[in-house]
């Protein structure tokens, strides 16, 4: 079965400190993995994505992600969080086998203290 | 900013009432979906299609409907709405291929009292 794991519910750092946001899942099949940001009141948004290649992935707003096949995992990074990053973070997988299904974690809040 | 739209924002209605929430993208998206997400939960996908006249149900039983008459548009009904029903529903589209990310609207916050 297909699951995407958010182990913390919330995540606190000070602004200019990297920051880490776990995610690990479970999937049948090559594992197309993504990232969203979700701020209040606003639907989710597209961070980044790993499908194939490099293990490491960047995307929107200086995020990337570390993809890590051994250990089932694909960690939202930022070298140097901004308050402005505060917001709800979801990861998610494509199921294996319906590409027409995606799987959600239940989401880590991230915030950032000035 | 993504192109689909969903109103109502917010709506508080009493039991047995029937309702639809509207969700309508301009992006001429084939795949739409619907989710439900609870606070601190996992989103959970309870309806999706791949185009006009195409409706599958999701994993997360549901006692709503959709439709998918217009390829822009993707209105979720529930018939007799109960304070189960309380949630917040997310309306998203996808571009074609594999690996295309899901565009999100703002989401209906449904109270039902």
């Known amino acids: 079965a297909q699951s995407v794991a958010q182990p913390e519910d919330q995540v606190n750092v000070a602004e200019g400190n990297p920051l880490t946001v776990k995610c690990t899942y479970s999937v049948s099949g090559n594992p197309y993995l993504f990232w969203y940001v979700q701020y209040p009141n606003r639907g989710l948004q597209f961070l980044l994505k790993y499908i194939t290649g490099d293990n490491l992935v960047k995307g929107s707003y200086g995020f990337e992600a570390e993809f890590n096949k051994s250990q089932t995992s694909f960690h939202l990074k930022k070298p140097s969080a901004l308050v402005s990053d505060s917001a709800l973070y979801f990861c998610?997988?494509?199921?294996?086998?319906?590409?027409?299904?995606?799987?959600f974690g239940s989401g880590t809040k991230l915030n950032v203290k000035p | 900013e993504a192109d689909i739209y969903q109103t109502p924002r917010y709506l508080v209605i009493g039991t047995g009432k029937k309702i639809t929430l509207e969700c309508s993208q301009t992006?001429?998206?084939?795949?739409m979906y619907w989710y439900q997400q609870d606070p601190g939960m996992e989103l959970h996908l309870i309806h999706y299609s791949y185009g006009v006249n195409s409706t599958e149900k999701g994993d997360l039983s549901s006692e709503s409907t959709v439709s998918r008459i217009r390829t822009e548009h993707f209105p979720l009904t529930l018939e007799s709405a109960r304070p189960s029903h309380t949630s917040q529903y997310l309306c998203?589209?996808?571009?074609?291929?594999?690996?295309?990310?899901?565009?999100f609207g703002s989401g209906t916050q449904l109270s039902v009292l």
């Open positions: 998203a589209s996808s571009e074609p291929g594999l690996n295309e990310k899901l565009f």
């Open positions: 998610a997988v494509r199921d294996g086998y319906n590409f027409n299904k995606f799987y």
């Open positions: 992006m001429g998206h084939d795949k």
